[in-house]
Structures are given as structure tokens and as C-alpha cells.
């Protein structure tokens, strides 16, 4: 009989809540309802705490995976998975009474028939009507499961790339946190002898004369915000001395935390290598030319003694004039040879024509 009693005034209590809830999504929040990315549910709090759910936008249809009539009318805690094992229902109650809203934090429910990640808010509305606003997180949860499956072929990644990708600390010493296997070929030593500088640290590796200007150039992209790129020397474990090539950034932490290095180093020795012999090359080349545009020039002179030194002169004479106009070096040298190649033409002049220019000049 008591039973009877008590459930004739749940269902009387739910119908005048129904009735109230009714009246306010009319007034104020249909639109809320049918827009709203966030599930929301309206649920009626009885006198005797028992709490109903009275409405449901479709988002909160799409994340509970159930029909209107299948929420609608039924009890909080019987259809939304998790209630009981969050607190959820004492919550609502605890809200019904208050009138304080309350926000229930992110949390597992592993208790649960299945894994589920619930994050809600819980509003009065009127006394005896409380608004949920909640976020299904499955599709979250599922995107973090990818991501964990995908860290052994990241990680392959990145141990199979010709250098080293690493993090570090914005110190002296330059602590390792974070360092690809790639410094195994590059320096001999392996990651876990370098991270925390457990046996040494990175800094030790440079060569002594480069640490100041590496540290100088880092701290100077750091307060310029920019990215940063030098070339340097190390010394390998086996006492060889490689130049690298690290491209980075300095990062620094959320809300004035620790400041961190990122970036990714390789070794540029081969390519030094092939740039000193490519610049060897080329000064052989411009000494072989400036020699042939000598060899010309006292040709010239030669076959015209009475000119002699007049091809010098105007080389010098040119290349004076050009520095004073603020032209590069290399400019003004390739002026002053143009100088010693003025009078070539006369190389194809008959040496009789020239005889005789001269002596009817003398």
C-alpha cells in the first residue's frame, strides 16, 4: 500500500514537472535544444529525490544512442550509463536543493557496462526541474586509442630518419628529455647515455670553441621569437670532429613554466667537405684566368712596345675610380682585368702596321 502511495505521488510530482518543463522550453529554449552541439537533458527531481528525465535534444540522443521515447519519461539512473558510479543523480539533488549549480568533472567510469568519459554541468531551472549539459567524449576517447596505436610506427619514424630529432632543457648543458636513435650513427653515443646527462651531457659534445656562439644565437632567436639555424662542430665518441646542422625552436612552457629546445640536428660534413672542395676549385679557376689575362696583356706589349705599361694603367686607373664609387671588390677586380683586355684587339693587327704607326708617330 505504501508502495502504491509513493508511486502514484512520483508520477503526480513528474506530471506537474512535465507540465512546468513544457511551458519553459515553449518560452526560452527550443532553440537552445535543437541547436546546441552539448546534449542537454531536462529531468524532474520528485519530492522523494527521484529524478526523471523529462526532455532531450537530439544531441544528447545522438551520445546516448537512444530513441526520445527510450529517454523520455524513464528514470535517470536506469538509462544513462554511468549515473550511479559518477554521483550524478546525488548531484542533481544536491542542485534541486541548492539552487547552486555544479559542475561535475571529467573522469573514467570503469566501473561501468562500458568505458565511457562523461564531463556535465547541472543547473536549476525551477524548483523541482534541473537542466544537465554534458559532453559525450567516445569519439575522444577513440581518437587518443588511434593515437597510441600510431606512437610504434611514429616512433619508427622517427629512430629511421639520417639525424637527430630531440627536446632539451634551455640550460647550459643543453639536457636531453627527448633524442632520436639517430644519435647513435651521428655521435656514437647512445640516447640514454645523453638523456638527463646521465653519463654526459649534449653540451659536451660540442666543440669547446662553438659553445659560446651556439648558446648566444639560441638565446638570441629565443627573445626574437623566431626559428633558428647554426652550424657547428661536435666531437664524436671516437675523438672525430663532424659539423652539424641544427634547425630549432625555443619553446617556452604554459603559463611562464620551463623553456625547452626543439628541433631536429644532422650532419653536414660530407656537404663542408664538398663546399671547401667546390671554393678550392674555384680560386684555382680565377688564378688560372687572372694568370691567362696577364699572359695576354705582356703580349700585347710586346708586340707594341711603345705602349707598354699603358694596359696596367688604365686597369689601376679604373679600378681606383670604381672603389670610389662604392663598388664591391669583386666588382672592381674584374674592372681592373677588363683594363689589362682593352687594347686586345691589337693581337690581330699585322706587327708591320704597328711598326709603322709607330715610327710615323716618332
Known sequence: MGDSNSRQDFKEDSRSCLDCSSSIDAASYRGLFSLARSGILLCGVSKGGSCTILNANPAALRIERLARDELVGEEFERVITGAVDFGITDVIREVNSTGVPRHNSLKPCSGSRIDILRDMSVYRLNEGVIAIVYDGLSDSVNAFTKLGEGKPELDRLVSNLPGIAFRCKNDREWTMEVVSRGIIELTGYRPEEIIGNKELSYSDLLYAEDREMVWGLIQESFAAGDYYEIEYKIVTKSGRVKYVLERGKVVAGENGGEVFVEGFISDVTDLRVARREVEESKEKLEATFSS???????????????????????????????????LEDRVCENIRMSGLLHDIGKLWIPSEILRKLEDSII
Not at 707594341?304 to 675610380?321: E, F, M, N, W
Open 292 to 326: 691567362t689575362i696577364n699572359a695576354l696583356s705582356r703580349i700585347v706589349e710586346i708586340r707594341d712596345p711603345y705602349t707598354a705599361g699603358h694596359q696596367r694603367k688604365v686597369g689601376l686607373l679604373a679600378a681606383s675610380i670604381s672603389r670610389r664609387m662604392g
